[in-house]
């Protein structure tokens, strides 16, 4: 059974930064991608960043606006280098790993979650 397990979430002011990493007791070849998706209460999940093992493309959702970084660590596990953090970043963070086609952002995409950390940001 694949487990993902996160950690590094906290509470920051802002303008401050946090590290968010994931590791994973393995996929033997069922994860083609790993990243984060996060929810804000009241709101549906969303893409965060993502990274395609393989090949090491990135992508961010649009409210990232360069403040974020994805990188593997490993061929299982990643880490999230998290910049100039405000309020509205405040969320539950998840890990996520998928394989398969559709666009990065797509929930259905994601068959294996963490269990999510919470990032508070305070202004």
């Known amino acids: 059974q694949v487990q993902l397990m996160e950690s590094g979430g906290g509470s920051v002011q802002a303008g401050g930064s946090l590290r968010l990493s994931c590791s994973s007791n393995?996929?033997?070849?069922?994860?083609?991608?790993m990243g984060w998706f996060r929810q804000i209460p009241g709101k549906d999940r969303e893409g965060v960043a993502v990274?395609?093992?393989?090949?090491?493309?990135t992508y961010y959702g649009d409210f990232v606006k360069g403040r974020f970084t994805i990188a593997e660590d490993t061929p299982t596990s990643v880490y999230l280098q998290m910049n100039d953090l405000t309020a509205e970043d405040t969320a539950v963070y998840y890990c996520?790993?998928?394989?398969?086609?559709?666009?990065?952002?797509?929930?259905?995409?994601?068959?294996?979650w963490g269990q999510g950390t919470q990032v508070t940001v305070s202004s």
């Open positions: 996520v790993a998928g394989q398969g086609g559709g666009s990065w952002d797509r929930l259905f995409r994601y068959k294996y």
């Open positions: 393995g996929f033997n070849g069922a994860v083609d991608s």
């Open positions: 990274v395609y093992l393989r090949y090491g493309i």
